[in-house]
């Protein structure tokens, strides 16, 4: 594979307007921003067997950031085989761990 000479990705400057509540609705614009890729890895949708095995994961925890719960900038794009580790990984040393995990 080719190294990439820039980000994977690039957040969008405005939060989009969403109608309803919570992260779920915001799902489509954070597909778009990771360019249906892992936000820690270059790990592609298809290459996961598609977008049902993606999720927006909240890169500062819920349980220690419920304030950012709906927070557009904390939510990322990410496998779904991450959920249960990046749970427990706190965000200072995530990046470095998920990144080892999902190549
Ligand atoms: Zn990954």
């Not at 990771?34 to 820690?40: K, Q």
């Not at 049902?52 to 990410?78: G, K």
Request: hydrophobic letters at 40%; one cysteine or more.
């Amino acid at each position: 594979m080719k190294p990439r000479s820039s980000p994977h990705f690039v957040r969008r400057r405005e939060v989009p307007k969403i109608a309803g509540r919570g992260h779920l609705p915001y799902r489509h614009f954070v597909r778009e921003d990771f360019r249906a890729t892992c936000a820690y890895c270059p790990l592609e949708e298809i290459w996961a067997a598609g977008v049902e095995n993606f999720e927006v994961d909240h890169f500062r925890p819920q349980a220690l950031f419920p304030e950012l719960r709906a927070s557009y900038y904390n939510l990322y794009l990410r496998p779904l085989e991450m959920r249960a580790m990046a749970n427990a990984i706190y965000a200072g040393w995530r990046i470095p761990l998920i990144a080892t995990l999902c190549c």
